[in-house]
C-alpha cells in the first residue's frame, strides 16, 4: 500500500514539473523579481528623503515637488494594479487619492517653473 501511495505522489510531482517547464515560467527567478521589486521600493524611498530635506533646507520647494510626483506616480502604480487584481475598494481609494496628489504636484511644479503664482 505504501508503495502504492509513492509511486502516486512521485507521478503527480512529475505532473507537476513537467506543467512548470511546459508553461517557461521560472517561479524561483519570479520570487527574485519580486523581492528585488521590493528592495527597490525601499532604497528608492531612503535615497529620496535625503534628498528632499536637502531640497527644503536649501530653498528648493520646486525640486520636493518633481521629487513627489515621481514618487507618487509610481505608488499610483502600485495600487492601481493591487485594485486591479483584488477589487478591494481600499486599494481604488488609495490609488485616487495618490492620483490627485499627484496632479497637484505636477500642476504646482509647473506653475512655479513658470512663476503663474509665488
Known amino acids: ?5 509513492e509511486n502516486s505522489n512521485d507521478n503527480r510531482k512529475e505532473e ?6 511546459k508553461s517557461g ?3 524561483g527567478m519570479e520570487y527574485a523579481q519580486l523581492k528585488g521589486n521590493r528592495l527597490g521600493e525601499y532604497t528608492m524611498v531612503v535615497a529620496v528623503i535625503p534628498i ?10 520646486v525640486a520636493v515637488f518633481a521629487v513627489a510626483a515621481t514618487l507618487l506616480a509610481f505608488g499610483f502604480g502600485q495600487c492601481l494594479m493591487k485594485y486591479r487584481f ?14 490627485i496628489v499627484t496632479v497637484f ?3 504646482f511644479l509647473v506653475a512655479r517653473s513658470l512663476e503663474w503664482w509665488i
Open 1 to 5: 500500500m505504501s508503495n502504492s501511495m
Open 16 to 21: 507537476i514539473l513537467a506543467k512548470s517547464r
Open 25 to 27: 515560467k521560472d517561479e
Open 52 to 61: 528632499m530635506a536637502f531640497t527644503v533646507l536649501f530653498g528648493e520647494i
Open 86 to 99: 483584488t477589487r478591494r475598494k481600499y486599494h481604488l481609494v488609495w490609488t485616487v487619492c495618490i492620483a
Open 105 to 107: 504636484c505636477i500642476v
